[in-house]
């Protein structure tokens, strides 16, 4: 069916996302064409013309419930019908995997952190990305989302992606892309005079392209690009995990 | 300029709400159909609207509290390590001494139904009294705390503590400035036999600032 | 807490001759005089908020080129639009327009002036109090203003100002700026307090005989429902703010991980106040709707009691669903399964106004004057505003177009095509109580349909874009990739925008041309029911003669088939006894 403007998506739950969309987009629009139709049909019929009297009611009691039942009713199988979707992208715990990135965003960019060979974050050999973030299509990716400063918004609108960056919090979020490509980052969240601008590439690889593009980028020799930015994360460093629960960040 | 304060209309002003409840408004109230009678408010204005500026203010300071709290259970050790601890006991005492205050409030109104401008005079000079005591305790642990280095920008205890504290403070301040014009007013004999709208809306905030606090020691000092 | 009305009528109407012009005019305490004080405050205002608007939309439209007049104020880049400048453009262009021009007209300027004459009170219970809750206000706006003149620029931080971005002065350059703006809302949220306190004691004590609550009009239920929403939220945002200066000039850290704060508190303080603001800007829009509805319609609202319940129920509820703003900001997701449940349930007593509103239209006997063409407008705008909640309600959605345009479509067209649209249906439906003189309607209709079409031109493709994945906020779409596509859209809305405010000339010359050139009003030119319209027009200091009027009937009695005329005004005794109610 057609896409209403919405951007191709490429994301597993994007789906979930989109069909609750085209959902609504029936729900209100029909209701939108019922009353504006309702209303001008009443506007022509009952204007004002001479010798006319206009009929002397309070109101009419079945008919005010049904109006008030029927949204409710609608409203109600909407709200469950949203349900597993939410729980799905944002309340469980992530379908568990083995490919971690860490991203921090600072005024105004996103670093971007793999594990390096010993999969642990905090080590020597991780290696931070500017702005750029490479991931295998087909797998799903957790992301360790952090903030350096203010709060800002990790926005991906090909995978009906978007969680904030709170700073004194790590957040987990996850996403697996179905197909491979370059997909634009930016930031959803006003964070100062560069928040326009603010943004990274998301390289969607094959399974063997990326595997490809790490040997190359992500092994020891290659050298830390933004390794000043790294020093920075400090402050954030000893938060302990408080996924998406929003627990206060203990310190 | 004296507020002309313009009650509802006439047969409705009783002397200023003393003695039995008036009956429940007729006409006015809600029994549409029924001819219509000159409405009897339950509560005169001035009442009324103290009733709903305290509203405003409780919501104010549920705002502050329960930011407080907020911080308060996020954080691991509280109060910090290596933070001076407040002074629980003197500052208990000092929350006596703010009852108390309430205490000569009430018998002041007591005063002032009994007709005794001397009486009423007094015990008003007796809560600002108290009032200012108060203050003058809070305002002398506050320097203590400063001296052992508990400042605003020691990290969210300092913070809290003195937003809080000190937002209350300037509450009682406000309060005792109140009082204090109102005891030069019933000085001048105000109130005796006049309305005693004023009188009466200052002992409710007075009150009003006296019962808060026992709510903020009990958060701040001792949860 | 002196003069009983007995003493008033000794002081009606020869009474504010005696006065002099400073009382009369500045210093008034005359709830009328009060209420034209808000709504000139209101209009001006609104072309200040307009006219930031607009810079905005050139800056959208066609980046970085020198905004048209500009050059006068930003000398150094010759009147292009800087970043900060963008963001200032925007925040204030919010903060203005919701705290300095819908709050001031219809809660300032329409609560003052219908409360008191609809409830048949010859002023407000506290008049003394009413012109400091206009003064401070007042002061509240210069403040605000003087943020423009202050090193460093004004606040930019959002009209949410979201923290740590606002409360560290470093993230944005901005320091005078947002600590005036905290200064500003703190003093207005003073103000407004006594305003409300004033409405409340008012309708609550000092109603005329036979006024019971349910012949009340609805404006007058809902400005009562907006005054209690306003005494309760404001003083959140009060003590938010009192936190976020302290933040900022204290060094305090209520919202600095650093210090054990907490950015997402902020958050939460603000949306707690944030919801039923919004609900506060609706709300007497709401009213209004329904006070005009049935004048125009020559037939009796439909459901009354349904009316005034289901804006009690969206008062309680307003305090529940705070949590949809903050979807995706990091709180418990199990959280935001409950604010979606709750989100949606405010939608049904929106349903059974909108219905109710229908229903009035049905089998009436529909006059297309200005006012009722304004508000037929606000229901159809406000239709449009109030689905396109229900698409961020449903939080998945929500995931994706959170802080897209789609926000800021929802956000036009409830708060221009619902209250702004509102506004307007009162001004030109009391403009002859007000002023004693009748408005241009043939300007009154320009002024309608120029601002119906361009007002939809510019806001609708932001739908449209908005699901493209256009961010808000953002002072350069063709930084984006994905967004150059359709660049076209911004141009269109900004063309738009211009003749959107360029069609409230038509207004402003109407609403000054009558004020002092208009046809002078009649008691009662719309034929309506209700109190004030019994009063002279403009109506004297305390209203009403010696005696107050006496109410008999519902507020809205149209051809009642018994009755000779086609209305049967509240104050007309009933034929025989034991009058039907309404
Ligand atoms: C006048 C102001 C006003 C009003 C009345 C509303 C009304 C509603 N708003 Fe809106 N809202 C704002 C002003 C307002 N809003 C503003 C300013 C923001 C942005 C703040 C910011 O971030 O800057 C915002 C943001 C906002 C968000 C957050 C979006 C985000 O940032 O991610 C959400 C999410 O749920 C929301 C929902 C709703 C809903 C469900 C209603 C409901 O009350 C609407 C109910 C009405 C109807 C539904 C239409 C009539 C009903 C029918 C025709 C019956 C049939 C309907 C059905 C069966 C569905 N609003
Ligand atoms: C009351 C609320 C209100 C009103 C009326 C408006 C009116 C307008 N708004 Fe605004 N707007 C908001 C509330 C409002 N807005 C809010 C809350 C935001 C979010 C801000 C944020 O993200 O923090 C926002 C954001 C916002 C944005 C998004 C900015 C961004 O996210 O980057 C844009 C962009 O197009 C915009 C445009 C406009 C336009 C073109 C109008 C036009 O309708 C303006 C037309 C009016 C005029 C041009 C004035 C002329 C009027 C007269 C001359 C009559 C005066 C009468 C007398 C003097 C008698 N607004
Ligand atoms: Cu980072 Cu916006
Ligand atoms: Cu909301």
């Keep these: 069916m057609l896409d209403w403007w919405l951007p ?69 199988i909407l709200t469950f019908l949203s349900v597993p979707a939410w729980s799905r992208i944002k309340m469980q715990a992530p379908p568990p995997s083995d490919f971690v990135v860490q991203v921090t965003a600072k005024q105004f960019n996103w670093q971007v952190t793999y594990p390096g060979a010993d999969g642990k974050f905090g080590t020597a050999d991780d290696k931070t990305l500017l702005d750029e973030m490479h991931v295998p299509a087909n797998k799903v990716v957790h992301v360790h989302l952090r903030s350096q400063d203010v709060i800002h918004s990790f926005f991906v609108p090909q995978f009906r992606m978007k969680q904030d960056a709170v700073p004194g919090r790590e957040i987990v979020q996850w996403f697996e892309a179905t197909k491979p490509g370059k997909y634009e980052l930016p930031c959803a969240e006003l964070c100062g005079f560069g928040h326009s601008g603010m943004k990274g590439w998301i390289h969607v690889h094959t399974a063997d392209d990326y595997r490809k593009w790490a040997a ?34 203990k310190r | ?43 005169d204005n001035v009442r009324l609207a103290m009733m709903f500026f305290l509203g405003a203010e409780t919501m104010f300071f549920a705002g502050l509290v329960s930011a407080f709290l907020v911080l308060r259970l996020a954080a691991p050790l509280w109060p910090p390590p290596l933070q001076p601890r407040l002074p629980v006991a003197a500052t208990g005492l000092n929350t006596l001494v703010l009852l108390t205050s309430s205490v000569a409030m009430i018998a002041a109104m007591r005063a002032r139904r009994g007709r005794n401008r001397a009486g009423l005079v007094r015990r008003l000079g007796l809560t600002a009294l108290l009032g200012a005591l108060f203050l003058a305790v809070q305002g002398y642990e506050w320097a203590q705390l400063l001296h052992y280095g508990l400042t605003l920008s020691s990290g969210a205890y300092g913070a809290t503590f003195y937003t809080l504290i000190g937002i209350h403070a300037a509450h009682v301040l406000g309060a005792l400035a109140w009082v204090g014009v109102t005891l030069g007013l019933a000085a001048r004999g105000r109130f005796l036999d006049g309305p005693a709208g004023p009188l009466r809306a200052c002992a409710i905030y007075w009150h009003f600032v006296v019962a808060l606090w026992p709510v903020l020691y009990v958060a701040v000092y001792l949860a | 807490m002196s003069a009983t009305t007995a003493t008033a009528h000794a002081r009606t109407a020869h009474d504010h001759h005696e006065l002099g012009f400073v009382r009369t005019y ?69 903060t203005i327009m919701i705290f300095f021009v819908i709050m001031p007209i219809l809660a300032g300027a329409f609560g003052n002036f219908c409360i008191p004459l609809m409830i048949g009170a010859r002023d407000m219970a506290f008049p003394l109090l009413n012109m400091l809750s206009y003064w401070v206000t007042a002061t509240a706006g210069v403040i605000m203003l003087s943020g423009f003149f202050v090193e460093g620029g004004h606040a930019a931080a959002g009209w949410t100002s979201y923290a740590p971005l606002s409360s560290v002065a470093a993230y944005t350059g901005v320091n005078w700026g947002q600590n005036l703006w905290c200064i500003s809302l703190f003093v207005m949220g003073i103000g407004s307090m006594m305003g409300s306190i004033n409405y409340i004691t008012t309708i609550i004590n000092m109603r005329a005989p036979g006024m019971s609550l349910f012949r009340m009009p609805l404006v007058v239920w809902s400005l009562f429902i907006t005054a209690v929403l306003l005494l309760l939220a404001l003083p959140v945002l009060t003590s938010g703010v009192a936190m976020l200066l302290f933040d900022r000039t204290l060094g305090t850290s209520w919202f600095h991980p650093s210090g054990g704060g907490e950015p997402l508190l902020w958050q939460h303080l603000f949306w707690y106040f944030g919801h039923p603001e919004v609900y506060i800007l609706i709300l007497p829009a709401m009213g209004i709707a329904s006070e005009i509805l049935p004048v125009f319609a020559r037939k009796p609202i439909f459901g009354y009691h349904a009316m005034a319940f289901s804006m009690i129920a969206i008062a309680f509820l307003s305090w529940i669903v705070y949590g949809h703003h903050m979807f995706v900001s990091g709180m418990n997701p199990s959280l935001g399964m409950a604010f979606m449940v709750s989100t949606m349930i405010i939608a049904v007593p929106s349903a059974i106004k909108t219905f109710n509103w229908l229903g009035t239209l049905w089998g009436g006997r529909i006059q297309f004057k200005v006012p009722m063409l304004f508000a037929l407008g606000f229901v159809s705008m406000f239709v449009i505003g109030g689905l396109s909640g229900i698409f961020m309600a449903s939080t998945p959605v929500d995931i994706y177009i959170q802080d897209t345009y789609f926000i ?15 506004a307007f249906a009162a001004i030109y439906f009391w403009f002859p109580k007000m002023f004693g003189r009748m408005t241009n309607p043939a300007l009154g209709h320009l002024h309608f349909w120029g601002t119906l079409i361009f007002f939809n031109m510019t806001f609708f493709p932001m739908h449209i874009i908005g699901v493209g994945g256009q961010m808000r906020r953002i002072y350069n779409p063709m930084q984006y990739e994905f967004l150059q596509h359709q660049q076209h859209w911004n141009v269109f809305m900004t063309y738009g925008a211009l003749l959107l405010g360029l069609m409230q000339l038509p207004f402003v010359i109407n609403f000054f041309w009558s004020l002092f050139a208009g046809r002078k009003a009649p008691l009662n030119p719309w034929n309506s029911t209700t109190l004030e319209w019994t009063a002279p027009s403009p109506p004297p200091h305390l209203n009403w003669g010696p005696t107050l009027p006496t109410v008999y009937r519902g507020p809205y009695e149209y051809s009642d088939p018994e009755a000779a005329d086609d209305f049967l005004p509240q104050t007309q005794a009933p034929a025989r006894a034991g009058a039907r109610a309404h």
């Design chain 1, 8 to 76: 191709e998506n490429v994301s597993t739950y994007g789906r979930d996302i989109d069909r609750l969309f085209h959902l609504i987009y029936w729900i209100t629009g029909i209701t939108a064409i019922l009353v504006f139709v309702t209303m001008l049909v009443f506007l022509v019929m009952y204007k004002d013309r001479p010798g006319r009297r206009a009929r002397y009611t309070h109101g009419n009691t079945t008919l005010e419930i049904v109006w008030t039942v029927v949204p409710s009713l609608i409203l109600v």
């Design chain 1, 216 to 249: 190359e980028n992500l092994t020891a020799a290659a050298d830390p690009p933004a390794a000043g930015d790294k020093k920075a994360e400090e402050p954030t460093r000893d938060t302990t995990v408080a996924a998406t629960t929003g627990g206060q960040a």
């Design chain 2, 1 to 43: 300029m004296s507020p002309v304060v313009l009650e509802a209309p006439p047969l409705v002003r009783r002397a200023n709400g003393r003695g039995v409840p008036p009956r429940p408004p007729t006409g006015g109230g809600d029994d549409d159909g029924r001819e219509p009678a000159p409405r009897r408010p339950r509560l």
């Design chain 3, 26 to 94: 500045i210093f008034s305490t005359d709830h009328k005089m009060i209420a034209r004080q808000f709504l000139f405050l209101g209009l001006i205002m609104m072309v200040l908020g307009g006219l930031l608007a607009l810079i905005v939309r050139w800056q959208l439209a066609w980046p970085e080129t020198a905004v048209p007049g500009m050059s006068l104020v930003l000398r150094e880049t010759g009147g292009i639009l800087e970043p900060s400048t963008y963001n200032m453009a925007f925040t204030m262009h919010a």
């Design chain 3, 408 to 422: 800021v479509a929802h956000i036009h067209y409830v708060v221009f095509g619902g209250s702004i649209f509102g």
